[in-house]
């Protein structure tokens, strides 16, 4: 998968999302800034979300419509997506200013009408969110934009995400990554459960994890598991308050996590145990001659021996040297070589 030129995969340092989300808090000068802080700390991308209320749920007080969990406890869905969506008309401002200042920043749209307005600002890929991911509609209009979409399976079952590959697919849709999302908020480690991830990469090339919970462990483990995507909700502060804010990350916190996963990447290597770095052969044992043998000679266990430093020929071939005789004179301390072989 390639976003904006960067490519995302195996071989590359893992994708690191900053998400916005509603951490803006009604400012755009604060949106700004979050763009600006996510380019700092060295975020690979900053995601919007893209929606109004009444794109995603209808304006009724009926108990059903009535928040029960979470830190949302007690509002209903319509009055807590009116309060916290970002205006639609911030949009091209943002997407100008992370252009000028060097940032990927692209969306989770909600509807269609989300969607013609990120096509008409030419947005690069898109996030498709754990609660939007069995809507038909709002893929449909995703795959037929052909960018790479990125999807968030947590309230899906296995059979969910196979419905919805199913369904890009059949719509022959860009290319997709599927994030392991656990949908709590916060999420506590405990519940990660990120051997998730080795039935995801199962049905795609690119998989990742969505984390919403604080801290690095759960980064680590899934980029040790070969997670090539990691998004975490970004606020310049906690303290700022907001619907977020008690599930996303400050500053400091997203240069760690963005270091912490770049140094669990490169400490993966290579799986060919025979392609790992071999720094310390020298201090190996090797075979060496450890008195001197003359021209015609035969070694034998008197005058060859397996020591340190690696420098001679390979242990394993002590048993087959015995016997045969030296072509040159060699003196003690010398690094047998094939060369030294009759």
């Known amino acids: 998968m390639i976003i904006e030129g960067k490519k995302i995969g195996a071989s590359a340092r893992p994708y690191f999302i900053a998400e916005m989300s509603t951490n803006h808090n009604g400012s755009l000068t604060t949106a700004k800034k979050i763009i600006k802080v996510a380019k700092k700390c060295g975020a690979s991308a900053v995601k919007l979300q893209t929606y109004s209320a009444d794109s995603i749920t209808i304006n009724c007080n009926r108990e059903e419509f009535i928040i029960k969990s979470d830190v949302w406890a007690g509002r209903s869905y319509y009055d ?7 205006p639609l008309e911030w949009h091209n401002q943002l997407f ?12 989770s749209p909600f509807d269609n009408a989300s969607v013609a307005l990120l096509e008409d600002l030419d947005c690069p890929a898109y996030k498709i969110a754990s609660f939007e991911a069995s809507d038909p509609i709002l893929l449909k209009a995703v795959a037929e934009t052909k960018k790479p979409i990125i999807i968030s399976t947590g309230v899906s079952t296995i059979n969910d995400v196979l419905d919805t590959i199913n369904f890009l697919e059949k719509n022959n849709s860009g290319e997709y990554a599927l994030l392991h999302c656990t949908s709590s908020y916060p999420a506590a480690v405990n519940e990660m459960n990120i051997n998730a991830l080795d039935e995801l990469k199962k049905y795609s090339k690119v998989f990742g994890l969505s984390d919403h919970s604080l801290g690095n462990i759960a980064v680590s483990a899934a980029v040790a598991k070969g997670a090539s995507i990691i998004e975490k909700h970004f606020t310049l502060d906690r303290g700022d308050g907001g619907a977020d804010a008690g599930f996303s990350i400050e500053p400091h916190e997203l240069s ?10 490169e400490s993966l290597g290579n799986s060919d145990i025979l392609n790992c770095s071999r720094k310390g052969v020298n201090h190996a ?25 690696g420098l001679g020929l390979h242990p394993k071939k002590y048993f087959s040297i015995i016997g045969k005789k030296a072509t040159v004179s060699l003196t003690r301390g010398t690094p047998l070589s094939e060369d030294h072989l009759c």
């Open 96 to 107: 100008d200013y992370a252009k000028i200042i060097g940032i990927t920043i692209f969306s």
């Open 285 to 309: 044992r090797s075979i060496f001659v450890i008195k001197d043998i003359k021209k015609g000679e035969p070694f034998s266990e008197n005058n060859i021996k397996i020591i340190r430093p």
């Open 256 to 265: 760690h996590a963005i270091e912490t996963a770049g140094s669990v990447w």
């Open 80 to 86: 807590l997506y009116q309060s916290i969506s970002m």
